[in-house]
Nanobody, 124 residues
Framework: QVQLVESGGGLVQAGGSLRLSCAAS????????MGWFRQALGKEREFVAA????????YYADSVKGRFTCSRDYVNNMVYLQMNSLKPEDTAVYYC?????????????????WGQGTQVTVSS
């Protein structure tokens, strides 16, 4: 069982930066693929980024590639999403998720555990 708690969301102007954090509980954290998804008001949840259980591979949605960076800290059981050059279209609730499978997935339904989400609002 893994419990996930996100933090770090807030209101930022376009062009600004935020770093989201995801605190994970559970001794098997290091064996999970970790992902970030977001859901804007009235839209479906979409993939943002994911990092392999080794930390050696990361995937990003085309819309955030070059602006967002996903990383993980095995000592403190944390996953981060550094978001730079934020745009109004990045406004959404951001969710951290954990997947017990070894391969990285961009599909929300393959993830087993989810956090409660943190709101990110980017003003123009």
């Amino acid at each position: 069982q893994v419990q996930l708690v996100e933090s770090g969301g807030g209101l930022v102007q376009a062009g600004g930066s935020l770093r989201l954090s995801c605190a994970a509980s559970g001794r098997t954290f290091s064996s999970y693929v970790m992902g970030w998804f977001r859901q804007a008001l009235g839209k479906e949840r979409e993939f943002v980024a994911a990092i392999s259980w080794t930390g050696g591979t990361t995937y990003y949605a085309d819309s955030v590639k070059g602006r967002f960076t996903c990383s993980r800290d095995y000592v403190n059981n944390m996953v981060y999403l550094q978001m730079n050059s934020l745009k109004p279209e990045d406004t959404a609730v951001y969710y951290c998720a954990a997947d017990r499978r070894l391969s990285i997935s961009r599909t929300a339904t393959t993830y087993d555990y989810w956090g409660q989400g943190t709101q990110v609002t980017v003003s123009s």
